[in-house]
T-cell receptor, first 114, second 115 residues
Framework: GESVGLHLPTLSVQEGDNSIINCAYS??????FIWYKQESGKGPQFIID?????DKRQGQRVTVLLNKTVKHLSLQIAATQPGDSAVYFC?????????????FGAGTILRVKS | DGGITQSPKYLFRKEGQNVTLSCEQN?????MYWYRQDPGQGLRLIYY???????QKGDIAEGYSVSREKKESFPLTVTSAQKNPTAFYLC??????????????FGPGTRLTVL
């Protein structure tokens, strides 16, 4: 979920275990959500997205779940690998006066122990 | 090799100087965006552009300026009016900026440090 300042939530998992990263979003009218992965010193990379007309979407080793009732999004990573270590952001599509924007959460640090 | 490039990777600025960060994309995307990222925080939108010769302020535009004279280029100028410019700056693009369900693709970022 959201966090303030330098104290990002951290998830530590053993290599090979499944990871679940959670995110609470703010706008009940948001209809599009994205998960990004950001490695240290790099730009965010797209992982998976989901529209609000879906509850679940699967990719390669990743699954995103959307619960609109409680405005909650989760990212599940199967068989977590050391290369999955990064900061993970959820983003919701918001509206601007012109066009769309993405509203990002503060992120969750995923640490994979070998 | 399609993508978004940002330069320089590291930039140092003295107080009172303006600096310009470069962002170029060859994805043929209409929309481009500039974000600022501070340690332990999410991305905050500075400016965005849906189409050439048009741009709009984001949430934290004060002290920044942009131009969009070409589709593939969206430079960001950090002016001396920006009180705390030290941050990681990220440029992004998407197929379009109006409606649609299109992810934003990010460049590698520029780390700006004010000395």
């Amino acid at each position: 979920g959201e966090s303030v300042g330098l104290h990002l939530p951290t998830l530590s998992v053993q290599e090979g275990d499944n990871s679940i990263i959670n995110c609470a979003y703010s706008n009940s009218a948001s209809d599009y959500f994205i998960w990004y992965k950001q490695e240290s010193g790099k730009g965010p990379q797209f992982i998976i997205d989901i529209r609000s007309n879906m509850d679940k979407r699967q990719g390669q080793r990743v699954t995103v779940l959307l619960n609109k009732t409680v405005k909650h999004l989760s990212l599940q990573i199967a068989a977590t690998q050391p290369g999955d270590s990064a900061v993970y952001f959820c983003a919701e599509k918001g509206l601007m006066e012109y066009g769309n924007k993405l509203v990002f959460g503060a992120g969750t640090i995923l640490r994979v122990k070998s | 090799d399609g993508g978004i490039t940002q330069s320089p990777k590291y930039l140092f600025r003295k107080e009172g100087q303006n600096v310009t960060l470069s962002c170029e994309q060859n994805l043929n995307h209409d929309a481009m965006y500039w974000y600022r990222q501070d340690p332990g925080q999410g991305l905050r939108l500075i400016y965005y552009s849906q189409i050439v010769n048009d741009f709009q302020k984001g949430d934290i535009a004060e002290g920044y300026s942009v131009s969009r004279e070409k589709k593939e280029s969206f430079p960001l100028t950090v002016t001396s009016a920006q009180k705390n410019p030290t941050a990681f700056y990220l440029c992004a693009s998407s197929i379009d900026g109006a409606g649609g369900y299109n992810e934003q693709f990010f460049g590698p970022g520029t780390r700006l440090t004010v000395l």
